[in-house]
């Protein structure tokens, strides 16, 4: 069997929210405890997957946080102002609107290889239930990292002046992390108008 390998991106800003958030002095800590061959991760290469969850093994036991809760941080990290400005403008490209972001996310995967083609993204689809009623679906051979995507949804939400409940659920079938996200949108700021529209509107 082939061992799954995490892209360096993944890796390299993993490392960048350790440092920006908990500081270098932690994330010289987690290099020391963790016993990494590197200290400093390259965006472009792979490395193997023991060494991410290792990584994040080290970082909840030094900062007592549950992985889920890491995770979710670290979603939210990537789109904020802290990130590479690319993956943002990526995620951002997806409409003027959260709900037309959302309605963009089936062509996440190609829009996102056209500038890292090698990086292996969860297979998205939108279920849409109501006009402000919608379920994500994630389906990714990494398992355990839905919460990733968890953070991304709130972070991008909250970007767009969204204000949104988002249920989160997981199960794996046959080697394969199937994650939900029920999202239900509250409140959205309309563009240009800059006019609210509520779930009573």
Not at 4 to 26: C, D, K, P, T
Not at 132 to 160: C, M, N, Q, T, W
Not at 178 to 195: A, C, G, K, L, N
């Amino acid at each position: 069997m082939k061992a799954i390998q995490m892209h360096g991106m993944i890796n390299r800003g993993l490392e960048s929210f350790v440092r920006r958030i908990y500081g270098a002095n932690v994330w010289r800590d987690v290099c020391t405890f963790s016993d990494l061959s590197v200290h400093s991760f390259e965006a472009m290469l792979y490395y193997d997957d023991l060494i991410t969850e290792t990584i994040l093994d080290t970082v909840g036991e030094l900062k007592n946080i549950a992985r889920a809760d890491l995770l979710e941080d670290f979603g939210t990290f990537i789109v904020s102002e802290h990130s590479s400005p690319r993956v943002r403008k990526l995620l951002r490209l997806g409409g003027e609107t959260y709900e037309e972001f959302l309605y963009s996310l089936e062509d996440l995967q190609d829009r996102v290889g056209l500038a890292v083609p090698d990086l292996d993204l969860p297979l998205l689809t939108l279920e849409v239930c109501s006009s402000r009623k919608f379920v994500v679906h994630s389906e990714s051979a990494k398992i355990g990292y839905g919460p990733i995507s968890l953070g991304i949804l709130r972070a991008i939400a909250d970007s767009y002046e969204s204000f949104v409940v988002i249920k989160h659920s997981v199960k794996v079938k046959e080697d394969i992390s199937i994650d939900r996200f029920q999202i239900e949108i509250m409140e959205q700021v309309m563009p240009d108008t800059h006019v609210q529209m509520s779930e009573a509107s």
